[in-house]
């Protein structure tokens, strides 16, 4: 079964992000900030992380380029709210495996969770 974190200090949204996720039969991993996230990266080695791109104590770039230097094979992929190329370029600079914008389209994630073999 493949691993997946999500990672979103929307508390709410995560859970029944988690719960689809599960009934597609992937184990997933809650944080509700990055300090966590690293925490579980560190000990549960998932094999894609989904995370907000801003959170209460660290931000999304900064565990991407923390997860990309010490894991490179987890795939990352980024969510954001806030459109702007240039945020977007850099995030891919950093390692990003790709860029969504909220609101999240279940069948997307479902998409690109094929595209990236996670399934």
């Known amino acids: ?20 996720l599960k ?6 991993y809650m ?3 990055g300090q966590g996230a690293l925490n579980i990266i560190e000990n549960k080695k998932p094999d894609i ?8 104590d660290i931000d999304g770039d900064k565990i991407l380029e923390k997860t990309k230097k010490n894991h490179p094979k987890i ?10 190329d ?8 950093l390692g990003a495996d790709e860029v969504i914008f909220k609101p999240i389209v279940l069948t ?12």
């Open 49 to 56: 992380v989904l995370c907000d791109y801003r959170l209460f």
């Open 86 to 93: 240039v945020v977007e370029e850099r995030l891919r600079n």
């Open 23 to 28: 009934i597609f039969g992937y184990k997933t």
């Open 1 to 20: 079964m493949k691993k997946i974190l999500l990672v979103d200090d929307e508390l709410e949204f995560i859970k029944d992000f988690s719960k689809a």
């Open 31 to 33: 944080a509700g900030d």
């Open 108 to 119: 997307e994630i479902e998409a690109l969770l094929k595209k990236f073999s996670v399934h």
């Open 75 to 84: 795939k990352f992929i980024i969510i954001t709210a806030y459109y702007d």
